[in-house]
Each structure stands twice: as structure tokens, then as C-alpha cells.
């Protein structure tokens, strides 16, 4: 099955670069950070993926996917323009959000495990997500990953470093 | 408050140090009322006292060492102009001040019978000898004594004459203690006899006089100083409009900015100069090296030590003690000296320096001690804020919701209420090795930039401020453009024909104060509950 995928992301960024592929009917990225002990929430949106993926060949499969920084909402302008600073995505220099699988493997029915190279403000780290694929053509991954280790603002008493992102993506029929 | 030297400059002589008893039941009970200053309300608890109470062997850092001043300022917006203070060598060739014991200004009216003349039979006494200070609680102790020093006699701000005028508290809304008392400044006996006006201790910017009378030391001051040097240049027959365009441009000009605002003013006619003092209100402070066209409010001393940079463009690191005691040593007043691309303040013709010592400028012909600093800076960092009376309820509770929710723990995060962090303002592009080197929360919060462009102590960015103590303080925002926490959550202010309850300047009627829009599409329970949790912190 073809899909296109997309990511996700965090505190509150956001920009468009990359058009959205035409299979994708829907996607959502959420993300979740604890700041001053209340979570705050955040969307990116106008991904990007080229996934290739057949079920019956997971460990074939590849997924590759961008999400611009410029997209980033959390509710709060001020905060969504900061995040777009150096000090956060610098989205001058890094407009993107880039995932690359390196490895997917089954792990039950529908269900799978993908590992992943991150690109954020430049900086790659590897990451596993889980990730189902329903009948309906719509895949939900999960992952958590440090704001830390991307550079993304400064250790901070208030604000967590782990960053919860959830992923889902609805294709077009017969993509 | 506007520091400076005027022409009727007293002399000020060297004295006998010699005191004597006070013979007089009634003066002696007068003059205990008063002597020890104004009582500031500074809760501590017994265990801290006894902590401070331990044998104590203070290590006194050099101010003026010449690796650590290096990196003690940030440059100014202007980069080429960022000050060069003067030598180790000059610095140390200026003779140290001495503490003679001051006294309490009275009103008119509510000076106790006989003060005045009580005053002087009074020997000069010297009040500072670290050879004396045994434990910590001795240091901070004598540092309050400097901190209420003048370290200018001879009417820099304000004369003799001026505080024995009615007048000048009428005209000026002069704030007063309970017990009569002008905080601001003092009397000094230097010479027996000779009972002099003093300016230009920390106390006179830093004491604030709530409604009820009473005293806080060390926070936002709230002394019309610069109200009253309008006043002073209007009725002073001694002095005249160029000795008033030579102070203003000594306080103010920064030629290295292009079309220099404060340049232009300090070349208008005295009038002219007046207004623009007159346009401050209490709470904001044309120090040397500000605007008066942009003026800063008044910080608040209490819980200094938390800070990481001084001034409200973060101008002064503050890495330690050590750096406290170079910010007061440049603010009182050695920054008249520095070299500004050239523009040196009080310089001979704005060139050159002086001798060392032979200044003319109040503040830059001697300096304190090194003991002197380091008490002042010991004083500065154990002053402690009022008991609140504020109490949290379900209200606040839902206003600290509001708080977090609206994302102002970001800039002004608990438990400093601050991040300690410089924003840039409108206008400045921040240097990629700013980003590395200091605390920079990149982006502009939209306020008036012209502090942070316009001034010798403008870097390009504004501190971001502590929330603590909002309760007891005001005016708001760097300039003191609004008076209450309340108008900072005002909408209103946004619109061109909004009038300003703080500073807007002489002349100006109407102005939107943009810039911080935080807040101001909140509900009305909302805001209610958000300015009731504020008064909680």
C-alpha cells in the first residue's frame, strides 16, 4: 500500500513549506509538553510523506516525510512566532521537520514498529515509533522524544523536556 | 531623578571626626525618633538573624579588576559606542568617600522644636569602619548606612533651600512618612556648624513611601526627583540655561545615535528641558545615561541577588557580588567618565578625562571603598519584601491557572517570576554570538524600543522583569507608561486615543502603549481572577 504520511511536532511552530501529497485525505499531528504542570497542546500541519508500504512486505516499506516548522499552532501567537526563533526550530535555517525510516518491522495484526531517523533544526537522532494501519487506509503512530536533544530553548524548571506526538493519517482510497 | 552637579555646588569641607554626647533630653528624644533613617518593614526570621550573627570574614572581591569589567557590561545596541570605562589605575587614584552620619529631612512644619539647631551643634562623625563589622548581620547593617549616604552635598538634585521650602513638597506632591520625614534625602555634618543637603544615596530613587506612610527601602522608589529638578530649573536664580542644557546633555546625550533625541533636547531652552523632567512621574527615573524621552521605571531592589542581568536593557551582568559592586560603583557614578565612541560624559570638552579627582561632577571625583561596596552589596541582596496581604483563595487559584495558561510562565516563570532572560526589542537584530554569550529569548515583545536604542545604556534588548512584588509597586512596563496592573490588561491602550497613566512624555495628551499584549482579549473573570493572583506574588 502507498502512503502518504506525514509527522508531527511540538510546543508551537509552524509553517507550510512542502505541498501535501494528493492521497492524503487527512493527517494530524498533535503534540503534548508539560509547562508549569498544565499540558499544553499543539498541532502541525501541511505535511509532506512518500511512503511506500505494502503490509505483506513491512520490512520493505519506507517512509520518508516532512512537516514545515511555519505550521506550529499552540493556541498562542506570541508563542508560535518564538518557537520559530533560533533559540527553538530556527525555521530560517530549518523550515522542516524531517522522518526517514530506517527499519519497520510487524509487531501483531496491523500493528508495527518503524525506526526512525529525526531531523530537527538540523539535528538527527533516532527514534521508534509504533504505529498501526487500519482497513481504512489510516495509520496512527505514537512517539516521545526530548525537546533537549534537538537544542529546541533551554533546560527549564517549568517546562518538560519529553514531548508527547501522536500522528494520525487518513489516505485516499486506493493510494 | 535626574543626578547631577549644579553651579551653586557647596563647598565641602574635610572635618573634625570628633562627636559629642547629646546634652538635651528634648533633642535627645527627637533625634532618636529619627536618627537611625526611616524604618523599612524587612520581616526575617530569628534563624536567618542568627545565621548572620555567626564571626564573619567577609572576601571582598576588586570592583574594578580589569578581566572581570571586560565582562561585565553587554555591548550597547550601537556596538561601537559600548562605554570604556576609565583605567584600574584612574579608578583607584580617586579618593574614597567618607560616611559621615546624616540625618533626617523633615517636612516644613513637622520638624521637631530645636532640630535644626540641634543639627548644628553636631560633630561630624564617621558611621563606616569595617575594622568594626564582626559578623555578617554588622555588614549589612552598615551596609544600610551607605545605602542612605549621600555622596553628594552640594545640591546635586536638590539644595537646602529647596527642602526647607514649602513649596517644593506642594508643588511636587512630595510623598512623606508618617512621622513628617522626606526620605530622599538627608542632612550631612560634615563640619560642625555646617549642616549640608544630601543627594544621591541609593535610597533617594530606591525608598518608597506607600500612601499610609510607610517605608519601603529598596523598592521601586517613588520620589518625584525628577519633577523636581523641573521645579528646581524653573525657581533656581543660580541656575541659568546653559548650566541646564550642559547637565541635561551630560545626563542624557548619547551622540552616537543617529538624529540623537537627547541631543536635540538638551540644546532647547530651559523651558523646554523643565517639561521634559517635569513629564516623568514617580516611579520612573531619569538616571544618567537614560532618556527623560525615554525614561526607565524604577527597579525593584528586592530580590536583586536572583537576577542575572542589571538595568532594564540588562546592561550589567551580575555573576556575583562582585559584579553587584561594579554596577554600584559605575552607576554612582563612574559611567559619567566612560568613553562613548569617543563622548565622555564629564569629560574635559567631552573628550578627555580629568585628573583623577578633580571632576566637578558629583559622583566622579572620588568613589567608595571596596569594603564600602561590598556592604552596600551585602545590604542590597538580604532586603526582603513586605508581608503580603494578599491571600491566596479560589480566585487566585483560578488566576494562576490563567497565568499558566497564557503562557506567562514562559517569560516570567516561577519562582523568580522571571527567566532571567533579555528580549530584543523592534528594531535590533541580535547578533549570532549573542546567542551563545548571554540569555537571549528571541523575540520582541513589541514595547517602545526607544530605551534600548536611543540611550548610553541601551543594548537592544529589555530585561524581562520579576512579577514579584507587584502588589506593593507601579508604575508598569519599562518606561512606567502604565500606573496600575490593571491598565496593563487594558485594551484601551492600544487605541491612539488612549491617555497614558504613567510617563508619556511632556507635551503628549494621547498615545497608545503598545507593545507586551498579553492578555487583553481576556474575559472579564478571567482578568479579574489573573490581576488577583498577581497581587498574591
Known amino acids: ?175 | 531623578m535626574a543626578r547631577h552637579h549644579l553651579p551653586r555646588r557647596l563647598a565641602w569641607l574635610t572635618l573634625s571626626l570628633v562627636m559629642k554626647p547629646i546634652s538635651s533630653p528634648l533633642l535627645l528624644l527627637a533625634a532618636a525618633g529619627l536618627f537611625a533613617g526611616v524604618a523599612a518593614y524587612t520581616p526575617r526570621s530569628g534563624g536567618d538573624l542568627a545565621q548572620l550573627s555567626v564571626p564573619f570574614t567577609p572576601v571582598i572581591p576588586r570592583t574594578w579588576d580589569s578581566a572581570a569589567m571586560a565582562t561585565a557590561e553587554l555591548p550597547l545596541a550601537t556596538a561601537k559606542a559600548s562605554p570604556r570605562h576609565v583605567p584600574a589605575k584612574y579608578y583607584y587614584q580617586l579618593p574614597e568617600r567618607v560616611a559621615y552620619k546624616n540625618y533626617p529631612v523633615y517636612a516644613p512644619g513637622r520638624e521637631p522644636q530645636g532640630y535644626w539647631e540641634w543639627l548644628k551643634k553636631q560633630e561630624p562623625e564617621v558611621v563606616f569602619d569595617p575594622a568594626k563589622l564582626k559578623t555578617e548581620a554588622d555588614w549589612i547593617e552598615a551596609g544600610e548606612l551607605l545605602f542612605d549616604m549621600p555622596i553628594d552635598v552640594d545640591g546635586a538634585v536638590i539644595s537646602t533651600a529647596d527642602v526647607r521650602n514649602p513649596a517644593f513638597y506642594t508643588d511636587n506632591n512630595i510623598p512623606l512618612t508618617k512621622d513628617g520625614i522626606m526620605p530622599y534625602a538627608r542632612y550631612v555634618v560634615a563640619e560642625k556648624g555646617k549642616v549640608l543637603t544630601g543627594n544621591l544615596s541609593c535610597g533617594m530613587c530606591h525608598t518608597r513611601v506607600e500612601k499610609n506612610g510607610v517605608v519601603l527601602k529598596g523598592a521601586q522608589g517613588n520620589f518625584p526627583g525628577d519633577a523636581a529638578t523641573g521645579w528646581v530649573i524653573r525657581h533656581a536664580a543660580d541656575f541659568p540655561e546653559p548650566a541646564v542644557q550642559f547637565v541635561a546633555g551630560a545626563l542624557f546625550d548619547a551622540p552616537f545615535v543617529p538624529n540623537d533625541p537627547n541631543s536635540q533636547l538638551s540644546r532647547k531652552a530651559r523651558a523646554e528641558i523643565a517639561a521634559a523632567f517635569e513629564a516623568l512621574p514617580p516611579g520612573t527615573n531619569g538616571r544618567q545615561g537614560t532618556s527623560i524621552l525615554f525614561p526607565p521605571s524604577v527597579p525593584d531592589l528586592i530580590g536583586v541577588k536572583e537576577r542575572t542581568y542589571l538595568d532594564h536593557g540588562g546592561l550589567a551582568r551580575h555573576r556575583g557580588i562582585g559584579d553587584m559592586m561594579r554596577y554600584i560603583a559605575i552607576n554612582q557614578a563612574m559611567d559619567f567618565l566612560a568613553d562613548y565612541d569617543g563622548y565622555i560624559p564629564v569629560g574635559v570638552k567631552h573628550k578627555t578625562l580629568p585628573p583623577p579627582g578633580k571632576s566637578r561632577f558629583a559622583g566622579t571625583f572620588d568613589r567608595y571603598s571596596e569594603a564600602q561596596l561590598y556592604a552596600l552589596a551585602k545590604y542590597v541582596y538580604s532586603l526582603q519584601p513586605p508581608t503580603n496581604p494578599n491571600k491566596t483563595s479560589a480566585l487566585t487559584k483560578r488566576g494562576n491557572q490563567v497565568f499558566i495558561r497564557e503562557g506567562c510562565v514562559s517569560c516570567h516563570t516561577p519562582p523568580l517570576y522571571t527567566n532571567n532572560m533579555l528580549t530584543p526589542v523592534d528594531g535590533f537584530v541580535v547578533p549570532d554570538d549573542h546567542l551563545r554569550k548571554y540569555d537571549v529569548f528571541d523575540i520582541s515583545v513589541g514595547t517602545d524600543p526607544g530605551y534600548s536604542l536611543n540611550t548610553r545604556r541601551g543594548t537592544g534588548y529589555y530585561k524581562v522583569p520579576s512579577l514579584k512584588g507587584v502588589w506593593y509597586r507601579g508604575p508598569f512596563l519599562h518606561d512606567g507608561s502604565l500606573l496600575t496592573l490593571n491598565d496593563v490588561l487594558d485594551p484601551n491602550r492600544l487605541r491612539a486615543d488612549y491617555v497614558p497613566t504613567g510617563f508619556r512624555g511632556a507635551g503628549v495628551t494621547t498615545k497608545a502603549v503598545r507593545g507586551h499584549e498579553f492578555g487583553l482579549e481576556l474575559t472579564a473573570a478571567d482578568r479579574a481572577a489573573l490581576l488577583a493572583f498577581l497581587q498574591t506574588i
Open chain 1, 1 to 175: 500500500m502507498k502512503i502518504l504520511l506525514a509527522i508531527w511536532l511540538l510546543l508551537g511552530l509552524g509553517a507550510g513549506l512542502l505541498p501535501a501529497g494528493p492521497a492524503v485525505e487527512e493527517a494530524e499531528i498533535r503534540f503534548q509538553i508539560v509547562n508549569a504542570g498544565l499540558t499544553v497542546e499543539g498541532t502541525l500541519t501541511g505535511l509532506e510523506a512518500d511512503v511506500q508500504f505494502d503490509p505483506a512486505h513491512p520490512e520493505l516499506a519506507t517512509i520518508r516525510a516532512a512537516v514545515p516548522v511555519s505550521s506550529i499552532r499552540t493556541g498562542i501567537g506570541f508563542r508560535d512566532q518564538h518557537l520559530q526563533k533560533p533559540d527553538y526550530f530556527d525555521a530560517e535555517k530549518h523550515p522542516a521537520i524531517l522522518l526517514q525510516s530506517t527499519a519497520i518491522r510487524p509487531t501483531g495484526r496491523n500493528q508495527y514498529e518503524g525506526q526512525f531517523r529525526l531531523t530537527i533544526k538540523g539535528i538527527q537522532h533516532d527514534v521508534t515509533m509504533p504505529f498501526t494501519v487500519s482497513a481504512t487506509n489510516e495509520l496512527r503512530g505514537q512517539l516521545r522524544l526530548r525537546r533537549l536533544d534537538f537544542n529546541l530553548g533551554r533546560p527549564s524548571s517549568i517546562l518538560a523536556d519529553d514531548v508527547a506526538v501522536s500522528i494520525r493519517v487518513r489516505l485516499a482510497k486506493g493510494s
